[in-house]
């Protein structure tokens, strides 16, 4: 996660928190359908593969409902012109659901969103005073904590795939015999 983290410090602006971590989860989603289901990886948009993995059992619904936020609130930032930020008030209620949802996915956050982030920064080896200001915002500190957490949880996911001797090409699955 060092260079996940570290690759926000030039960045100052939520939209570009919001684009790159919404893009980097998409990656790893894509991941997951390359061993899974070869072929699907470029399957339409994210939901699609998101409810592609829900239908597999290889992601609960509860995680996917914030895989499905992530991409809500990306959309918003790349669909606004003017200024945007997490606290907004039409994308902060978004922010709270994705925070939320992620006890519903056994994820323990009993520690505050400041807590998380002043440790996730730490164990980064990055001094907090190079934490950009616009950082210290609450929604902005739930939402990069929840972004670190989701791509934990698909690279876990990843990781313990048992690996496919024969994997069968998207491609035959069409092919009527």
Request: proline share 5%; net charge positive.
């Amino acid at each position: 996660m060092l260079g996940f983290v570290a690759s926000f410090l030039p960045e100052q602006s939520s939209r570009s928190l919001v684009i790159i971590g919404a893009a980097r989860i998409e990656e790893k989603t894509k991941d997951i359908l390359a061993v899974v289901a070869p072929g699907f990886q470029e399957l339409g948009s994210h939901s699609r593969r998101v409810e592609l993995l829900v239908a597999l059992g290889i992601v609960q619904s509860e995680m996917a409902l914030c895989l499905k936020r992530v991409s809500e609130i990306r959309n918003y930032f790349a669909h606004t012109s003017g200024l945007a930020s997490l606290s907004d008030a039409a994308i902060s209620d978004k922010v709270q659901l994705l925070f939320g949802g992620m006890e519903k996915c056994n994820v323990n956050l009993a520690v505050s969103s400041d807590s998380l982030f002043n440790g996730i920064i730490a164990k980064n080896g990055l001094p907090l005073q190079s934490v950009p200001m616009t950082w210290q915002n609450p929604d902005t500190k739930k939402y990069m904590v929840s972004i670190i957490m989701l791509i934990s949880y698909l690279v876990v996911v990843r990781n313990n795939m048992p690996p496919r001797h024969t994997p069968v090409p998207a491609s035959d699955w069409f092919d009527a015999k």
